[in-house]
């Protein structure tokens, strides 16, 4: 599994982590950046993370700033890209099981960094149901056309 992360300066110390915990697994991550903690908008990681998984070429996005909402907001603009804002284990498994997640956000300023850790296995590792009326909710979400 290829996985893109970033973060932003409210989420850097939490990706520094994230990042070497996913290689440790043996996972093929790559880092989008920030890559240090200056100030910088959370909207050009996201985007750059969420284009990465909606091209393809990555098959999961992780992406980290304050709350989490921001990378959220911005990750769901990139077609194709379903972000879930995560800040516990159930939700973190809910959300593969039913939503078919590619794209986990979260907050560096609302959940410890062990916590996230614990978020992020679970969301790697549960696989989507696949049942009917999830499907049929996803397509409802990939069809639908703003005006
Ligand atoms: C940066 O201060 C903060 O606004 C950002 O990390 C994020 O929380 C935005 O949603």
Not at 12 to 38: A, M, P, R, S, W
Not at 56 to 69: A, M, S, V
Not at 103 to 128: H, N, P, Y
Request: charged share 25%.
């Amino acid at each position: 599994m290829k996985i893109a992360i970033g973060a932003d300066h409210g989420g850097f110390d939490h990706k520094e982590v994230i990042f070497k915990h996913l290689k440790d697994l043996g996972f093929d991550v790559v880092d989008f950046g920030t890559y240090d903690t200056n100030s910088v908008d959370y909207n050009d990681f996201a985007m750059k993370v969420s284009e990465a998984v909606s091209s393809g070429e990555f098959n999961r996005g992780i992406l980290i700033c304050g709350t989490g909402i921001g990378m959220s907001v911005m990750a769901n603009k990139v077609h194709g890209v379903r972000a879930a804002l995560v800040h516990d284990l159930f939700t973190a498994e809910a959300t593969r099981l039913h939503n078919d997640t590619n794209v986990l956000t979260m907050g560096g300023r609302v959940i410890s960094i062990e916590l996230a850790i614990k978020i992020v296995d679970i969301w790697i590792k549960t696989e989507f149901s696949n049942e009917e009326r999830h499907i049929r909710r996803i397509n409802k979400i990939n069809n639908y056309k703003g005006e």
